[in-house]
């Protein structure tokens, strides 16, 4: 399922129209934040996920 250029913009009017013109960079920093943040998991999970394998023979 991927969104097109029409379904993308309704998005960001729904949130707006939700979070307001205020409040819309902070959230945006907030996901920001949030998807670092699972980035770094999930290359922590794989380095240790490697580790493991190498040290197991």
Do not use: C
Request: proline residues 4%; glycine residues 12%.
């Amino acid at each position: 399922m991927s969104f097109g250029a029409p379904e993308i913009i309704i998005i960001f009017l729904v949130i707006l129209l939700l979070f307001g013109g205020k409040r819309l960079p902070e959230l945006a920093k907030g996901m920001g934040r949030g998807i670092k943040e699972f980035r770094k998991a999930t290359k922590d999970v794989s380095e240790g996920m490697d580790f493991t394998a190498e040290n197991k023979d």
